[in-house]
């Protein structure tokens, strides 16, 4: 390539050839003379990151070019691409053809290729004489050979990552993480959105044929059930739809705000509701997290000026960060082998019984509704992904937590390979724990009841219970037979047994852990300081579900 080719990383600062670093504080003189200087032909490489606004490596590339080339290259295992079921593929390219259209209304195209980047930037690099690549870092270790491949092709550096607070290593409880975090202060506004009136993208004839955004049939990915193409709750790909559900999002948490309490979701998580949670365009980039953080707490500050902001408002968010933050430079964090900061738990191997919980055949219709409406339509309440995921673990079957990995990273819209796999260590007290001591777990039967209290949800996704009695729905097996043949379900016959006892599941195999900083488990599972009608809540009064906290 050109000897003044050049990446730019997500924090805008430039790398050349010849090693000469210039960044965001260059002198006044630099940033006219890179004003006057608009000759780079540049391609940005999209990879997690697919929006345009709040996107400071795309801003960094346009910043001195003529030509702009918007570049995705499906390699296999982009976005996730290597596990993702039909749902997550589905939202990929919905999220793709949204880029495709916005940059139509500015006069360009995205262009896609088939291919390994090394391979195809070879080729366009030459074709195309570009001079500068722009890309948004990805810190996930899984990332580093991919990128570090194009880097050493384009003759450039890439970004050090360095951990300066608590002594360069990584906080591994979240108590530590805030305090990190809040030595660093909040993150920084969001960037301007970019300017395509001075720069050009190129067309080319046939884009569609040679370019074009491909189907899921040209991808070969064909549904796996067909409530897959007949789901309830849709979710939908893409920065335009995630724009607009932010502003959504917003409504109910200004509601929340005023009436004295943050994260409304977390009372009374609506299960059946419209979809207003924001994490999957979070983990394809749809939106910004940055974008996202300062509208909460914009929000919040307009209501209450003068108040201390809680850290309860973005915790959610400051999770999602922290498991980012725990995986840098561990390759092996999705293991429990080889994996320094994984206890290496004798869990069982069981096959079959992971199928069960897979396919929503447990007995038990709170867990199995979740895993039905997770095959089906690729998302699941954080109090549901909770209680699925104890009941695999450390609640009932007693089985190793990479198992669930692997179910949730085919199926779940959201899942990445850090945060999923952090959330899984966490709630099988596998990792994140400064104290380890004596079990605790949700009972499928007393939190299904709690979070469902209607049974809406379970009668939705577990159709053969629909005339189930709400008193029995739970634990359909406590029916009386002329109760079961009245609701036209027999148990066992139409609706499984309950595979395992769980009392007996819970109690008669606990070598090891479970949380044990109570304030921890709190914010990770959702639970408030104070209830909406005031007063101070405690586990116990809040939800009888949780069992020994």
Known sequence: MPQDSTTVDSDGSHEDHDSTAVDSDSSQDDQDQEDQIKNHITVHWFRHGLRLHDNPSLLAGMKKSSVLYPVFIFDGTVAGTKTAGYNRMRFLIECLKDMDDKLKEVGGRLYCFTGQPVDIFEKIVEEWGVTQVTFESDPEPIWKDRDNSVKNLLQSKGVQVVIEVNGGSPPLTFALFNLVTTTIGDPPRPVDDPDFSKVRIPLVDNHAEKFGVPTLEKLGIEP????????????????????????????????????????????????????????????????????????????????????????????????????????????????????????????????????????????????????????????????????????????????????????????????????????????????????????????????????????????????????????YLFEPWKAPKPVQEKANCIIGKDYPLPMVDHKKASAEYTPHCAPSNENEVRQFVWLPDHSPKGGKCTATFLCDAMEGL
């Not at 964090?333 to 929503?360: F, H, Q, S």
């Not at 450390?394 to 669930?404: A, F, H, K, P």
Request: proline share 6%; glycine share 6%; hydrophobic share 40%.
């Open 224 to 471: 796996e059930f067909p409530e897959q193409n007949s789901r309830i709750n849709k979710w939908k790909g893409g920065e335009t739809k995630a724009l607009e559900l932010m502003e959504v999002r917003m409504k109910s948490e200004e509601k929340a705000f005023i009436a004295g309490y943050v994260m409304p979701n977390q009372y009374q998580p609506d299960l059946t509701g419209p979809p207003l949670s924001m994490s999957a365009h979070l983990r394809f980039g749809c939106l910004s997290v940055r974008k996202f953080y300062w509208r909460i707490y914009d929000k919040f500050r307009k209501i209450y000026p003068d108040a201390s902001v809680p850290i309860s408002l973005t915790a959610q968010l400051v999770w999602r960060e922290y498991f980012y933050t725990m995986s840098v430079d561990n390759i092996n964090y999705d293991r429990v082998m080889e994996n320094p900061i994984c206890l290496k738990i004798p869990w069982y191997n069981n096959p079959e019984a992971v199928n069960k919980w897979t396919m929503g055949q447990t007995g038990y219709p709170w867990i199995d509704a979740i895993m039905n409406q997770l095959r089906q339509e690729g998302w699941i309440h954080h109090v549901c992904r909770h209680a699925v995921s104890c009941f695999l673990t450390r609640g009932d079957l007693w089985i190793s937590w990479t198992e669930g990995l692997k179910v949730f990273l085919k199926y779940l819209l959201d899942a990445d390979w850090s945060v999923c796999a952090g959330n899984w260590m966490w709630v099988s007290s596998s990792a994140f724990e400064k104290v380890l001591q004596c079990p605790h777990c949700f009972c499928p039967v007393r939190y299904g009841k709690r979070m469902d209290p209607d049974g809406e949800f379970v009668r939705r996704y577990i159709p053969v219970l629909r005339n189930m009695p709400l008193r």
